[in-house]
């Protein structure tokens, strides 16, 4: 009855939304760890390996409250990395599957991306699917196949920089001395991918705050707020 046809045609998605998407997206990530001064990368011909099943996942960048949103529109992270550094600076592997396991042939081909780059981005964490009512897990760890993962990419000597995915606060203790840089990039939407290409580049400096408290062991669970 109160709908109005050519308004809706007009600003969905439109690019003055977009731009506002893409605000709230680089407002949302929050810097967690940053030692050697890992961060922001150098932009001229900085070869970087991006790890990580995620990072090139359109479907998994939307947590419950999708709606009309489509995912195809989505900007994914390889994407971003790809038009800010150039797409012949990038060299992509998946690193694990979607439910977050791994085998040795996803490893290797990880390892063989970062031997070819100075600096390793790894895209881990959950699903977006698993943000929203109905998705409590019983255990936000981060999981073996990827910590498996960090563990080798680690042995290859090069900064490494973990993307964490995810629409709650995860487990983090395991990677501490697996990475140099931890970068929570929670579940961004649209605009994921330009977002944090333009944090990592330096374009925009990270100043979001941690407004949930991050469990140091699972056993600790549940947190409130001020204990």
């Known amino acids: 009855k109160y709908s ?22 680089k407002k949302s990530i929050l810097l967690l760890k940053n030692n050697q001064e890992a961060l922001p990368l150098k932009s001229d011909g900085t070869k970087i390996a991006l790890i ?23 900007i994914t992270v390889k994407e971003g990395l790809e038009k800010r550094f150039g797409a012949n600076n ?13 085998d040795e042939q996803l490893v290797k081909d990880a390892v063989a ?41 680690q042995k290859q000597g090069r900064p490494v920089i973990a993307l964490v995915s995810s629409g709650r606060p995860l487990v983090l203790t395991n990677i501490q001395d697996l990475t140099t840089s931890i970068v929570q990039t ?21 100043s979001a705050k941690a407004v949930m408290s991050f469990p140091y062991a699972l056993g600790q ?7």
């Open 4 to 25: 109005n046809a050519e308004r809706e045609a007009a600003t969905l998605f439109n690019a003055a939304n977009r731009a506002q998407a893409l605000e709230a997206a």
């Open 52 to 74: 990580g099943h995620f990072a090139n996942s359109k479907e998994d960048m939307f947590d419950f409250w999708i709606a009309n949103g489509t995912a195809n529109d989505a």
């Open 90 to 102: 990038v060299n992509y592997a998946a690193g694990y599957l979607a439910d977050g396991t791994t």
């Open 113 to 153: 991306a970062a031997d070819k780059a100075s600096v390793v981005v790894v895209n881990i964490g959950i699903s977006g699917k698993m943000a929203g009512e109905d998705r409590a897990l019983a255990n936000i760890n981060i999981s073996e196949g990827q910590l498996r993962l960090l563990r080798a990419l």
């Open 186 to 206: 929670w579940i961004l939407g649209t605009e994921t991918g330009t977002a944090v290409a333009a944090m990592l580049a330096g374009d925009y400096n990270p």
């Open 221 to 227: 669970v549940p947190v409130y707020y001020n204990h």
